[in-house]
C-alpha cells in the first residue's frame, strides 16, 4: 500500500476548508429551519389579522332602522284594533330591526286576545265544500243588493274573496262597477259574472279572490264618509249608497280573517288578474 505523507501544513488546511464547509452547512441548516418558521407565523398572524377585520366590518354594519311614520302607522292601527291594516304596514318594517320584533310581538298578543266578533260560520252540506266566514249582515240570498268580504277555510288555509251582488226583475248584463269613496274614484271591470234565476228575478254577482287592488278599494271604502257605488251593464245600470253595515262588515271580516291565523302577507306582491282598478283624484 502506497503511504502518502503530508506535511502538517497540509494537514491545517484541509482542517480549515472542511470546517468552513460545515459551519456553511449549519448556517443554511438553521436559517431553514427558522426562517421557515418565522414565515409560517408571518402568514398566520396575516391570517388572523383578516379574519378580525373582516368580523369588524360585519359586526359595525348596523341595521336600518325603519322609518318612524312606519312603525307610528303600525303602532296606530294596533291601538285602533285596526289588525289588517297594522299587518300590511308591519311587512314595511326591515325585519333586521328591534321595532320588527316589538310590533311583530305586539300584533300576534292581540290577535291571540280576539275571536272573530261578528263573523258567522257556514258549511254547506256537501264534505267537500269548503266551510265560509261572513259579517253577520251579509245576506243569506242573492236576491239583494250587497257589496262584501269574506272568506273560505280550505284545508286549513283561510282565503279572503270580494263579492258584488246585484239583483233584479232584468238582468244588466254586468260589465263593470264604479266605486265612488269621497273624491277617489274606482273603477273595476267584472269578469266573469256568474247569474241565477230566482224570487221573480235575476241574481247576478262578481265574486273573486281578494288581491292587492280589491284590498286598496276597500280600505278606500272603510276610510271615507261617503261611498256610492255604480253597476255598469250591457242593458243599463244603476247606483245606490253603500251602506255603513256593509262597511262595518269589511272591518269585522279583515279582522276577523287575520284574529283566525289569515295572512294578508300575500298582498304585497300579488298582481290582480281578474279585476282591472284605475284610481283618479278629482
Not at 77 to 91: D, F, M
Not at 113 to 128: F, H, I, L, M, N
Not at 250 to 258: E, K, M, P
Request: some cysteine; hydrophobic content about 35%; aromatic content about 8%.
Amino acid at each position: 500500500m502506497l503511504k502518502i505523507k503530508l506535511s502538517e501544513e497540509t494537514k491545517f488546511g484541509i482542517l480549515f476548508v472542511f470546517s468552513l464547509v460545515l459551519i456553511v452547512l449549519f448556517m443554511l441548516l438553521l436559517n431553514y429551519f427558522i426562517g421557515g418558521n418565522e414565515k409560517t407565523s408571518f402568514v398566520e398572524k396575516e391570517k388572523e389579522k383578516t379574519v378580525i377585520v373582516t368580523q369588524v366590518k360585519e359586526n359595525s354594519t348596523p341595521a336600518t332602522p325603519p322609518p318612524k311614520t312606519v312603525v307610528n302607522s303600525v303602532r296606530d292601527a294596533l291601538k285602533k284594533g285596526n289588525y289588517s291594516t297594522a299587518y300590511i304596514e308591519i311587512n314595511k318594517v326591515s325585519k333586521s330591526s328591534p321595532e320588527y320584533e316589538e310590533l311583530r310581538n305586539q300584533l300576534a298578543e292581540e290577535t291571540q286576545k280576539r275571536k272573530a266578533p261578528g263573523v258567522r260560520k257556514e258549511k254547506d252540506a256537501s264534505p267537500s265544500a269548503p266551510v265560509r266566514y261572513f259579517d253577520e249582515s251579509t245576506p243569506r240570498k242573492r236576491s239583494s243588493d250587497a257589496i262584501y268580504v269574506y272568506f273560505s277555510e280550505i284545508s286549513g288555509a283561510l282565503w279572503p274573496r270580494l263579492c258584488i251582488q246585484s239583483f233584479g226583475k232584468r238582468p244588466l248584463g254586468i260589465t263593470g262597477y264604479t266605486i265612488t269613496a269621497d273624491k277617489m274614484v274606482i273603477e273595476i271591470t267584472a269578469s266573469p259574472i256568474k247569474f241565477e234565476n230566482i224570487e221573480n228575478g235575476v241574481a247576478e254577482w262578481y265574486d273573486v279572490p281578494l288581491d292587492r287592488r280589491g284590498h286598496d278599494a276597500v280600505q278606500a271604502m272603510l276610510k271615507a264618509k261617503k261611498v256610492t257605488l255604480t253597476i255598469v251593464g250591457s242593458k243599463g245600470k244603476k247606483t245606490r249608497e253603500v251602506t255603513e253595515k256593509e262597511i262595518k262588515g269589511f272591518r269585522n271580516i279583515l279582522d276577523g280573517y287575520t284574529a283566525l291565523g289569515g295572512s294578508l302577507e300575500y298582498l304585497q306582491i300579488n298582481k290582480p288578474e281578474s279585476a282591472k282598478a284605475k284610481q283618479k283624484r278629482h
